[in-house]
């Protein structure tokens, strides 16, 4: 089974609209993955539930009339791979080579319990493979145990766990969306440069301010 670390995991996404003509089943059930460093295309007709989808990654699906059913969307979640077992490794023996290194360096301990999910990630996948190509019944409750760790692990990573503040953080700075039409997308009381500025002001804040900086000593 080849390996490919996960950056976005969609699972059994349902949203519904509420409106007074009834009820909208906008998204029934979706399901796709995203690698890393891959580049990945939602294709299909107006109307589909494309939009929709990407403004329920980003948790802007507006309430009312729309509201987020039921599913998971996993964002940067652990995949278990040897590639991100080796890497965490390799950034733990980096930091004990240096110099003035103490055993009870924060970092260390981190990268430990990062390394110790990673593992029992990897572990999980493994029986689960296994279990799947003997055919195993899916209601098997060996299956369904390590079934619901894995889903416990990945909870953290679930973005509609997450705090509106938590969002605010991941929304211009690790995800973002290019709308189809700039005269709806923007507010027209405000100038673009004002509104595009306001990303940067809140993610590279303090990179503004050194870039500033040497500017001015420049």
């Known amino acids: 089974m080849a390996e490919h670390e996960n950056l976005l995991v969609v699972e059994n996404l349902f949203t519904n609209f509420y409106t007074y003509q009834g009820v909208v089943k906008a998204l029934d059930g979706i399901d796709f993955n995203i690698a890393k460093r891959e580049t990945f295309g939602l294709v299909g007709e107006t109307g589909c539930g494309k939009s929709v989808t990407a403004n329920c990654v980003l948790r802007l699906i507006p309430s ?42 924060s970092r260390i301990k981190s990268l430990e319990q990062e390394l110790a999910e990673q593992e029992e990630i990897r572990r999980l996948k493994a029986e689960i493979s296994g279990l799947v190509e003997i055919k195993t019944d899916p209601k098997d409750p060996k299956l369904m ?72 000593d420049n």
């Open 145 to 216: 145990e390590l079934n619901s760790k894995l889903a416990k692990i990945l909870g953290k990573y679930d973005l509609l766990t997450k705090s509106a503040a938590y969002m605010r953080k991941i929304r211009g700075k690790y995800i973002s969306m290019i709308f189809q039409e700039p005269m709806s997308a923007l507010n027209p009381v405000f100038t673009a440069g004002n509104q595009i500025s306001e990303v940067l002001l809140l993610h590279e804040r303090k990179e503004l301010a050194e870039a500033t900086i040497r500017s001015m």
């Open 64 to 105: 009312p009339p729309g509201r987020i059913e039921k599913g998971r969307i996993y964002f940067m979640p652990p995949s278990g791979t040897d590639h991100e077992i080796s890497n965490i490794k390799v950034r733990i023996s980096n930091i004990r080579a240096e110099k003035g290194f103490k055993e009870d360096d």
